[in-house]
């Protein structure tokens, strides 16, 4: 009886132990380099050479930080982190996606000082399915074949884009910024500063979602510059304020609610709309509205115009 008693609790502190060491070996700050070895501890002094080298050593909450140019790969984020660079880091990626958020419920993703590359191959830069908040700052996205930030969340969730540009994703389906929630999910999104240039369409926002642009560019798509699009009984809603939709090969601003849709609206200030097949318009069975502030602030070259309903306050 005592030999049994001594085993359990020599098992139950080896079980403590070996916990001990898993959560010291997570470090709430690691480090990527280009000349790095993913066999190394991620510290400062003994960098890792990839993200998802370093995700698994990074404490939740934690943070990667980026010492030096170079190539870190893609990487897929299940945990609240941080990824920061200092300087050019890259994530070039060829027929699968840059990096990819399926993180629970609660977990904030913060991705600074980036650059993605998907060498005319890859699906999209950024691709959201969970999490609670997004933030997405400083970063450049070239070449993808899907949308350069997917933000399809599958639960009730965020996401803020500042100083950011987006170019040359150029697939069927592809675009700038594509805000569609899947089943369950709803989105509130604040994008600032952004350029979407020379890409499939710019911007776009669907089903449950609300979305507000400041200081944006959408230029030279083949299709829309901005686009708010209801397909089901879930309302969407764009605000665009102080931005541009300049040369797209099809509406400057759309709003569009299909037959089931229950509402499409965009609502704009400050804008310049010119050089598109045509400025604004509605479509779809369902109830779709562009709406402008009175006294109107637009500069529209094309043709279509908004229903200037909104009073200033």
């Given at each position: 009886?005592?030999?049994?008693?001594?085993?359990?609790?020599?098992?139950?502190?080896?079980?403590?132990?070996?916990?001990?060491?898993?959560?010291?070996?997570?470090?709430?700050?690691?480090?990527?380099?280009?000349?790095?070895?993913?066999?190394?501890?991620?510290?400062?002094?003994?960098?890792?050479?990839?993200?998802?080298?370093?995700?698994?050593?990074?404490?939740?909450?934690?943070?990667?930080?980026?010492?030096?140019?170079?190539?870190?790969?893609?990487?897929?984020?299940?945990?609240s982190i941080s990824i920061e660079a200092c300087c050019i880091a890259g994530v070039l990626v060829s027929g699968t996606n840059g990096i990819v958020v399926s993180a629970p419920v609660g977990s904030f993703v913060v991705l600074r000082g980036l650059t993605f590359?998907?060498?005319?191959?890859?699906?999209?830069?950024?691709?959201?399915?969970?999490?609670?908040?997004?933030?997405?700052?400083?970063?450049?996205?070239?070449?993808?074949?899907?949308?350069?930030?997917?933000?399809?969340?599958?639960?009730?969730?965020?996401?803020?884009?500042?100083?950011?540009?987006?170019?040359?994703?150029?697939?069927?389906?592809?675009?700038?910024?594509?805000?569609?929630?899947?089943?369950?999910?709803?989105?509130?999104?604040?994008?600032?500063?952004?350029?979407?240039?020379?890409?499939?369409?710019?911007?776009?926002?669907?089903?449950?979602?609300?979305?507000?642009?400041?200081?944006?560019?959408?230029?030279?798509?083949?299709?829309?510059?901005?686009?708010?699009?209801?397909?089901?009984?879930?309302?969407?809603?764009?605000?665009?304020?102080?931005?541009?939709?300049?040369?797209?090969?099809?509406?400057?601003?759309?709003?569009?609610?299909?037959?089931?849709?229950?509402?499409?609206?965009?609502?704009?200030?400050?804008?310049?709309?010119?050089?598109?097949?045509?400025?604004?318009?509605?479509?779809?069975?369902?109830?779709?509205?562009?709406?402008?502030?009175?006294?109107?602030?637009?500069?529209?070259?094309?043709?279509?115009?908004?229903?200037?309903?909104?009073?200033?306050?």
């Amino acid at each position: 009886m005592i030999t049994r008693l001594m085993f359990k609790s020599i098992a139950a502190v080896v079980v403590l132990l070996c916990a001990c060491a898993l959560a010291s070996a997570q470090a709430t700050r690691t480090w990527v380099s280009g000349v790095g070895d993913d066999a190394n501890p991620c510290s400062r002094t003994a960098p890792c050479k990839t993200f998802a080298g370093a995700i698994s050593k990074t404490a939740t909450g934690g943070e990667i930080d980026v010492l030096d140019p170079g190539g870190f790969g893609a990487v897929t984020i299940t945990k609240s982190i941080s990824i920061e660079a200092c300087c050019i880091a890259g994530v070039l990626v060829s027929g699968t996606n840059g990096i990819v958020v399926s993180a629970p419920v609660g977990s904030f993703v913060v991705l600074r000082g980036l650059t993605f590359d998907g060498l005319g191959t890859g699906l999209a830069g950024i691709k959201f399915n969970s999490g609670t908040s997004l933030y997405v700052e400083d970063c450049t996205i070239n070449d993808f074949t899907a949308m350069g930030i997917d933000f399809s969340p599958t639960n009730p969730a965020n996401l803020f884009v500042k100083d950011t540009k987006i170019r040359n994703c150029g697939g069927v389906n592809s675009g700038g910024i594509d805000i569609r929630p899947g089943g369950g999910g709803s989105a509130i999104a604040v994008i600032d500063n952004v350029r979407a240039e020379g890409n499939q369409l710019g911007f776009r926002v669907e089903d449950n979602s609300k979305a507000t642009f400041r200081n944006c560019i959408a230029a030279n798509s083949a299709g829309n510059g901005f686009a708010v699009v209801s397909n089901t009984g879930a309302a969407a809603t764009m605000d665009i304020e102080n931005s541009m939709a300049v040369n797209n090969g099809s509406f400057g601003v759309r709003a569009v609610a299909n037959a089931a849709g229950t509402g499409a609206l965009a609502r704009i200030s400050d804008m310049r709309i010119t050089g598109n097949l045509t400025g604004v318009s509605t479509g779809g069975g369902g109830t779709a509205a562009v709406q402008s502030f009175i006294p109107a602030d637009n500069k529209n070259t094309d043709s279509g115009a908004p229903t200037p309903t909104i009073n200033k306050q």
